[in-house]
C-alpha cells in the first residue's frame, strides 16, 4: 500500500475483520506520519509477564 508516498507491506488478512481492522490503524498512523503501533507485541509481552507471575507464584506458595 502506498501511504504519504512511500509502500508499506501491511502482513497477509488470514482473519478478515482482525486484519481489517489492524490495517486501518496501521494506514491511520502511517497517514498521521507516526510509527505504527505493534499491538501484537504488547499482547506477547503481557503473556510472557502472566506466566513469569504464575511461575513465581507457583515457586513460593503463594495462591
Do not use: T
Request: include cysteine; charged fraction near 35%; aromatic fraction near 8%.
Amino acid at each position: 500500500k502506498k501511504i504519504r508516498g512511500k509502500l508499506y507491506y501491511l502482513g497477509v488478512w488470514a482473519d478478515a475483520d482482525f486484519d481489517r481492522r489492524r490495517h486501518e490503524r496501521q494506514q491511520a498512523d502511517l497517514e498521521a506520519g507516526r510509527k505504527p503501533r505493534d499491538v501484537d507485541a504488547a499482547i506477547d509481552v503481557a503473556k510472557v509477564c502472566n506466566r513469569f507471575l504464575g511461575s513465581i507464584d507457583s515457586h513460593i506458595g503463594i495462591s
